[in-house]
T-cell receptor, first 116, second 113 residues
């Protein structure tokens, strides 16, 4: 069966510091991968998605970036964190869509980031 | 692109009563409609989904109905229990090459014991 991992689970960082969050998926090949952010008490904001190695699409222009160095690895980064970057960061995966049919999207356990 | 609206934003029911959450979508080509449940501090979990070739799907106490003509779908929870208390999100796909899900803004359901 498929499993998605995220680390770290929690992180407290000062403003202006760098960030690196990692997500890995097991048990599947060539998944679609997604990064979401959820501010406290709010909805799900899609940040980036990737349909293959090195293929990254950005949804929101900001000080975050994403990379996919391996098929099942997705990394979210920042060079300088802002207070507004605080939130719950969720990685998700889905099977590649075929024949127009959409496939289920599954979320990782998340990383809770607090920027002070 | 797809737009998904969800109502109500909060819903409080007595234990044992039913709860209904409604979503509307804009793209008539959308063909997949999932519902997620997010408990406090946890990840969203897929609880039920429906594809556009059916009008209703049930799984024990939860059901989802789809009205393609009106472009809306609903989550129905019967015999609610305190453990049903959570935030529920609906979603619909962006029907292009992006493989994105467009999420509703969420409904906070409180089941009073």
């Amino acid at each position: 069966s498929q499993t998605i991992h995220q680390w770290p689970a929690t992180l407290v960082q000062p403003v202006g510091s760098p960030l690196s969050l990692e997500c890995t998926v097991e048990g599947t090949s060539n998944p679609n991968l997604y990064w979401y952010r959820q501010a406290a008490g709010r909805g799900l904001q899609l940040l980036f998605y990737s349909v293959g190695i090195g293929q990254i699409s950005s949804e929101v222009p900001q000080n975050l970036s994403a990379s996919r160095p391996q098929d099942r690895q997705f990394i979210l980064s920042s060079k300088k964190l802002l207070l507004s970057d605080s939130g719950f960061y969720l990685c998700a995966w889905s099977v590649q869509r075929t024949s127009g049919a959409y496939n289920e999207q599954f979320f990782g356990p998340g990383t809770r980031l607090t920027v002070l | 692109g797809e737009n998904v609206e969800q109502h109500p934003s909060t819903l409080s029911v007595q234990e044992g009563d039913s709860a209904v959450i409604k979503c509307t979508y804009s793209d008539s080509a959308s063909n997949y409609f999932p519902w997620y449940k997010q408990e406090l501090g946890k990840r969203p979990q897929l609880i039920i989904d429906i594809r556009s070739n059916v009008g209703e799907k049930k799984d024990q106490r939860i059901a989802v109905t789809l009205n393609k003509t009106a472009k809306h779908f609903s989550l129905h929870i019967t015999e609610t229990q305190p453990e049903d208390s959570a935030v529920y999100f609906c979603a619909a796909p962006q029907m292009d090459s992006s493989y994105k899900l467009i999420f509703g803004s969420g409904t906070r359901l409180l089941v009073r014991p």
